[in-house]
């Protein structure tokens, strides 16, 4: 009887868990237009502030998920740090990652000064401002969202498909350190160049151990 009692608030509550979400999906559909609209047209550059804060964040969030997912896979850190503690990083920056990435083409959708259409930012080579950069930008979103959606599909899909897209990261991460530096209006500033010259030194460090750990592993077979 306590078995049954304890499982039966869990049946109730995963409807009303999707409820909550339906609702708060359709509170943005309905309150984020007009806000944003009002953004757009105060005098002060709300909406450039938060496009130039949400990319912040989207390289931020992206690349901690690229340096803690390397991590993971590279078995040299074991007893240094807790792999469940480092998945479990990895798997709340990538969320991070794709959410901040979608506020940032939201926001600058909606700002009027960007001249950014939603088919140019969701369209490689479709804007008719910077095409390159956004290019490069559009492209690393579309391959966070491949990343992403196979991870939600892994127990649904082989696991050397899994391997190769997740190894995509990597790729993504170049193409948006090249979209923020090409693209970003604060590349010049030395605290944003000191961000990108540290992250990109760690990644690159990352991959080498990774890649020196799996040598030492094939050495130590033969």
């Known amino acids: 009887m306590m078995a049954r009692r304890s499982a039966e608030p869990s049946l109730i509550m995963t409807p009303v868990r999707w409820l909550a979400v339906a609702c708060f999906?359709?509170?943005?559909?309905?309150?984020?237009?007009?806000?944003?609209?009002?953004?757009?047209?105060?005098?002060?550059?709300?909406?450039w502030y938060a496009g130039r804060a949400t990319g912040f964040v989207s390289y931020v969030a992206l690349w901690a998920s690229m340096f803690t997912g390397s991590l993971v896979s590279a078995r040299g850190v074991e007893g240094l740090l807790s792999r469940k503690w480092l998945m479990d990083f990895h798997q709340q920056w990538s969320l991070a990652a794709l959410v901040s990435v979608v506020a940032h083409v939201?926001?600058?959708?909606?700002?009027?000064?960007?001249?950014?259409?939603?088919?140019?930012?969701?369209?490689?080579?479709?804007?008719?401002?910077?095409?390159?950069?956004?290019?490069?930008?559009?492209?690393?979103?579309?391959g966070l969202v491949l990343i992403a959606g196979s991870s939600w599909l892994r127990a649904h899909?082989?696991?050397?498909?899994?391997?190769?897209?997740?190894?995509?990261?990597?790729?993504?991460?170049?193409?948006?350190f090249v979209h923020a530096l090409q693209a970003g209006s604060d590349s010049l500033?030395?605290?944003?160049?000191?961000?990108?010259?540290?992250?990109?030194?760690?990644?690159?460090?990352?991959?080498?151990?990774r890649y020196l750990v799996a040598a030492g592993r094939r050495e130590r077979r033969l």
Request: hydrophobic share 65%.
């Open 25 to 47: 999906g359709a509170a943005l559909v309905f309150v984020l237009p007009p806000l944003l609209a009002v953004a757009d047209g105060s005098e002060a550059p709300l909406l």
């Open 189 to 209: 500033a030395w605290p944003v160049r000191t961000l990108y010259v540290v992250t990109a030194a760690l990644a690159v460090g990352a991959v080498v151990a």
């Open 106 to 142: 939201v926001v600058l959708v909606a700002h009027s000064f960007s001249d950014i259409t939603l088919s140019g930012a969701l369209v490689p080579y479709a804007s008719n401002v910077m095409r390159v950069p956004i290019a490069l930008g559009t492209v690393a979103f579309w």
């Open 157 to 176: 899909i082989p696991y050397a498909w899994w391997r190769a897209i997740h190894a995509l990261a990597f790729g993504m991460c170049i193409l948006a």
